[in-house]
């Protein structure tokens, strides 16, 4: 298997060659015209014969290739490390993007990332040549845009370890993030298993116009469905107005489609499609999709779970946050009264754009468009505006183009081409955030913290064109369709509509050559890992399950409101050590909002509870390692849609290291349901949510009748102080297969047996 900076002709070819028979197939079976996701799971089933229920079944798939960011790939290779295996046996790609913190500019920033992160990138540059694996360097670019450049294509499926893979969708690939474990499932040559999905269909009619854009779709879709709404399902966008957004437009929707929860999001083929994969040099892969176009798109009458129609005509832009994605406003008048009403902060105290959701070509030119007017006039931003690069590829050509002079004019200043302060890898000065303040950004993701490690920052979400008009403003309320800004000389300029060009006339300039292809063989690299290392550690498999009921659990935290996976395992500085179980399970729960209260009523300050082994106070973290130290299993509470948010599977891997063993919940979101299950947990859900309010500080949980029955609750109990006890049950999503992960340990575990058999 040649790993190469793009997906060879070849592998496409042996995908589309099965394709119409798979679909015509299916069809017959099923009953019904297909969705253009159910032609592209059919066509990646490992068994094509195996039963399909929407939202039911589990079924085992082949996805094409397997993608990795450099702060989840440490422990994924760490991980496959220990499977057995001389190669990957999936074409897969190591991609650093998010070891790079932003605070002085591009050139620097990424020096010091260079120097500072050295010992990650020699183990990652290493384990990537011995295992033959593709290596994209520090200063490439973010792992989806890099993607969507080089590597996804029509009809295809792939999973990512960051829950923001689904930003392929807009190439009509089936990407799904995953966590690390899922990864080395596929790398090890075993199949991706997951819930066969349900299907939403957003039907999309009209054409976007003026300071309207992509960007607004989403957030209209995730104003309609809010951040469950997603869950256990795939976004399927279809319609005329569908096909009258750019691919990269249509990526933008698609990253942003982890913010409902969705497995991923996909759009159909079409003529936008075909003329970035010629624009990007894959000529040949458009040419192989035109052959079976009729099967990359939905069929005629084709079912949806759940039908949605926006009309894109009449969306005018929006403004979402602060703290949930799903928090709609239109720009102007109504965020500005929401604002006031809850005592937001209306001056801005700094404005981002790109990040992988919004850096396209398409993207920087509409930004540069309003840039351009306002510097002809003498007007310079209120408030700092930071620029990411979402690849090397967009970075050379916007420079090469004149945008990033256009956007200096105005006094932004352009960072690495790295994920930076959309992750919490932001430098911010503490004078910014000693006080509540308000950013505006393109990004994806808003929870409180998320961007530079702060409580007291309101983030909020908007197209990089809006962004650079309240930039110019300073205001969260302003409004550039009907409002004014004042110019040096006392004039008033309105701002006209921006302009952008989806793809570059001269056509995209690659920059730097930053991909190392591995040797043919491997075999003669040595990965090297210091036994003194801070932020690498060799791994431990988990121990199996004792045949034993859990009893007498104590509750180690019971989360109150969100707790997604920055609150359970935080980001920012914490990326540091992705690649050491020990040390990173140092943020367990640090952010979490305790739902109790102390005995005088006031409350435990965040990431703090009750120790119940002596009954001090003590954060979570300490009081993790103190259980587990002796030698007690806990069960955590969570409230609904636990673990939202990134794919990182540090949120499942440092409870399971800490001797938690059981998460019982309102709600999950999938990933992170499936990566406690990947770490030998057992995630329950409440069978009645009031369920959650019953569950004392110092009551003990016992959970029976272990292991898990596939279609069959689970009993519990709460067990009250005074001996008494309350009778539950716990649902659970356990398939036959992933029993066994439980009773092994570990879905790892299960793949070094079967690979130690295998080479036997």
């Known amino acids: 298997m040649t790993v190469t900076a793009g997906t060879p002709i070849e592998l496409v070819e042996g995908v589309y060659a099965t394709l119409p028979e798979r679909v015509a197939a299916g069809r017959e079976r099923l009953g019904h015209p297909l969705t253009l996701t159910e032609k592209i799971l059919l066509n990646h089933l490992y068994d094509p014969a195996e039963p399909i229920e929407r939202g039911g079944t589990y079924n085992d798939f082949h996805p094409d290739r397997v993608a990795m960011q450099d702060a989840t790939a440490q422990m994924a290779l760490l991980q496959f490390m ?40 020699d183990f990652l540059r290493s384990v990537s040549a011995k295992y033959g694996i593709g290596f994209w360097g ?14 996804a294509f029509p009809g295809g499926m792939m999973i990512g370890t960051d829950s923001h893979t689904p ?24 199949p991706f298993n997951v819930r066969w999905p349900k299907v939403i269909g957003v039907k999309l009619i009209g054409t976007l116009s003026g300071w309207s854009s992509p960007k607004d779709v989403i957030l209209e879709v995730a104003r309609v469905l809010t951040v469950e709404g997603g869950t256990g399902a795939i976004v399927e966008y279809f319609g005329e107005g569908a096909d009258s957004i750019s691919a990269t437009g249509k990526a933008t929707i698609c990253n942003m489609g982890a913010e409902i929860g969705a497995t991923c999001s996909v759009f159909g083929y079409d003529g936008n499609m075909a003329q970035y994969l010629k624009a990007t040099g894959r000529e040949a892969i458009a040419a192989a999709a035109d052959g079976v176009a009729e099967h990359l798109r939905p069929d005629q009458g084709a079912q949806y779970d759940i039908a949605i129609e926006i009309d894109l005509s009449t969306l ?57 007017q306002a510097s002809a006039r003498g007007l310079k931003v209120k408030t700092p505006l930071l620029v990411s690069p979402g690849s090397e590829q967009i970075r050379a050509t916007i420079e090469r183009d004149g945008l990033i ?16 302060p959309c992750i919490g890898q932001w430098d911010r000065p503490a004078d910014a955030i000693d006080k509540p303040n308000t950013i505006v950004n393109s990004f994806n993701r808003n929870f409180p913290k998320r961007n530079d490690g702060s409580a007291n920052t309101l983030s909020f979400v908007t197209s990089p064109d809006t962004v650079v008009a309240l930039a110019l403003s300073g205001r969260l309320d302003f409004d550039p369709s009907v409002e004014t800004l004042t110019a040096p000389d006392g004039t008033q300029v309105a701002l006209a509509a921006p302009v952008g060009e989806v793809l570059p006339a001269n ?23 210091s036994p003194t290392s801070t932020r690498l550690q060799l791994l431990a498999p988990f121990a199996p399950w004792d045949g034993n009921d859990y009893l007498g659990l104590p509750v180690l935290m019971k989360a109150q409101g969100k707790c997604t996976t ?27 909002v305790n739902a109790y209260t102390r005995p005088d009523g006031s409350a435990y300050p965040v990431g703090v509870g009750k120790d119940a082994l002596g009954g001090d106070d003590d954060t979570y973290p300490n009081l993790a390692k103190k259980y587990s130290e002796a030698g007690v299993r806990w069960v955590a509470i969570g409230d609904r849609n636990y673990g939202e948010g990134s794919s990182r599977e ?64 689970v009993r519990c109990q709460i067990v009250k102080p005074d001996g008494t006890t309350i009778d539950f049950e716990g649902v659970h999503t356990f398939s036959d297969e992933q029993v066994e992960w439980f009773k092994a340990g570990s879905a790892l575990n299960v793949v070094r047996k079967k690979v130690a058999a295998a080479n036997d």
């Open 566 to 592: 920055d609150h359970i395992s935080a980001a920012g500085k914490w990326l540091t050590y992705r690649g050491h179980l020990e040390n990173i399970s140092g943020n367990l729960f640090l952010g979490a």
């Open 507 to 529: 056509g995209y300039d690659a920059g730097s050559d930053t991909f190392t292809a591995p040797p043919a063989d491997g075999s003669g690299v040595e990965v090297v890992v």
């Open 405 to 420: 002079a256009d956007l200096e004019a105005i006094g932004a200043t352009v960072l690495a081409n790295a994920c930076g």
């Open 650 to 713: 540090h949120a499942a891997m440092e409870p399971r290291f800490r001797g938690g063993v059981v998460i019982i919940t309102r709600s999950f979101a999938r990933i992170h349901e499936t990566n406690l299950k990947k770490q030998g947990l057992v995630p329950l859900t409440f069978a009645d949510p009031a369920t959650y309010d019953l569950v004392g500080e110092d009551d003990r949980i016992n959970v029976l009748d272990l292991p898990p029955v596939p279609g069959r609750n």
């Open 316 to 372: 005018k832009p929006l403004i979402n946050g602060p703290h949930s994605p799903d928090r709609a406003n239109r720009v102007g008048a109504a965020v500005g009264a929401e604002a006031r009403a809850n005592d937001w902060p209306l001056d801005i105290s700094a404005t981002l754009i790109g990040s992988c959701t919004n850096s396209s070509y398409e993207d920087i030119t509409r930004a540069a468009s309003i840039a351009r």
């Open 138 to 151: 520090p200063g490439s670019g973010i792992i989806h845009q890099v993607v969507l450049e080089h590597y």
């Open 167 to 190: 930003n392929a969708g807009g190439l009509g690939m089936v990407a799904i993030g995953v966590g690390g474990a899922d990864a080395v499932d596929v790398m090890t040559g075993f």
């Open 82 to 121: 220990t499977a057995g295996l001389p190669t990957t046996l999936v074409p897969s790609t190591v991609h650093c993007d998010h070891l790079i913190s932003a605070k002085v500019g591009a050139k620097i920033d990424l020096g010091v990332a260079i120097d500072t992160n050295r010992e990650v990138y």
